[in-house]
């Protein structure tokens, strides 16, 4: 199993930062996690396209999570040849984003239809929507979410998939909560977006201290993988930026009760996620 970061950046726009997007790949299948700025550029990076997707999960309806939908939606549609639906996993209310986001698009869905002999029908999409428990996506992994804590943004997931031994979370935006502690429990590795709290509260903008208290900081992912026993915690979305003199303070950060592996690093860093024998050998 390999997690690839596709977007570490944030809602603030930045040059080398794509917005929230992870790929989970097992074999040939390709689960992507949000679907935030540029995540289409980054996927391309990695010799993938929107066609390829077997699935894209969305945690929560923030924009800055949901972006580029629109791109996703249309590019696999517009690059496909044969029928291809996009399934797209998510919270309660994802259905009538999607009908929303179809409805503007429909003058593009209108003109395409009308120009390519082969499009007669608008980008076939199926919405699941889901808010706890298994998620049967007929695929070689097996797919769980449980809600987390982001409120006021209600729901919000994080999804867990399960491979061959291996496993990874996608905690989303959350702090910690009793959903993400079930998801992590016994999982191989933990993805969590972070914000460093130490340098947030110090900014003095009411914008900026109203992003502290729905969000984790580097020390609470810690804490989550430890109470959960995982042993590799990944961080993205990082805000302020990752910058090169600050990756030990992050990485001392999210270890302060946390003694397994903390992963940082730039958009397309990827992880590869090891089976854990669960004989303990
Ligand atoms: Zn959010
Ligand atoms: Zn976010």
């Known amino acids: 199993m390999i997690v690839t970061l596709l977007g570490t950046g944030s809602p603030i726009p930045a040059p080398d930062r794509a917005g929230p997007a992870t790929l989970v790949t097992i074999d040939d299948e390709h689960v992507l996690v949000d679907a935030g700025r540029g995540v289409l550029m980054r996927l391309a990076a990695c010799g993938l396209g929107a066609g390829n997707l077997t699935a894209l999960l969305i ?3 923030h924009s800055d999570h949901i972006t580029d939908l629109n791109d996703v939606i249309t ?3 517009v690059t496909s ?3 291809n639906p996009l399934t797209i996993v998510g919270p309660p209310g994802t259905a009538e984003v999607v009908d ?3 409805a503007a698009l429909a003058p593009d869905i209108a003109y395409r239809i009308a120009h390519h002999a082969d499009l007669t029908e608008p980008p076939p999409v199926v919405v699941r929507e889901f808010g706890d428990g298994q998620i049967d996506l007929d695929a070689r992994f097996t797919l769980t979410c449980a809600p987390t804590d982001h409120k006021p943004v209600e729901p919000s997931l ?3 998939v399960d491979h ?3 496993s990874v979370v996608l905690a989303g935006d959350t702090v910690p909560c009793d959903g993400l502690d079930r998801l992590c429990a016994g999982a191989t590795a933990l993805v969590h977006t972070v914000i460093r709290k130490d340098v947030i509260e110090n900014i003095p903008l009411q914008r900026m201290q109203d992003t502290l208290d729905y969000h984790s900081s580097p020390e ?3 804490d989550t993988a430890a109470r959960a026993g995982v042993g590799t915690l990944v961080l993205t979305h990082y805000v302020p930026a990752l910058t090169a003199d600050t990756v030990d303070e992050w990485r001392s950060r999210a270890a302060t009760h946390f003694d397994g592996v903390v992963e940082l690093g730039d958009d397309l860093h990827r992880i590869e996620i090891q089976p854990v024998d669960p004989t303990g050998a």
């Open 59 to 61: 945690t929560h309806l």
């Open 100 to 102: 929303h986001l179809l």
């Open 81 to 83: 040849f044969e029928p």
């Open 164 to 166: 061959d031994g291996a």
């Open 75 to 77: 590019t696999r549609w």
């Open 220 to 222: 609470q992912a810690g």
């Open 158 to 160: 994080g999804f867990r």
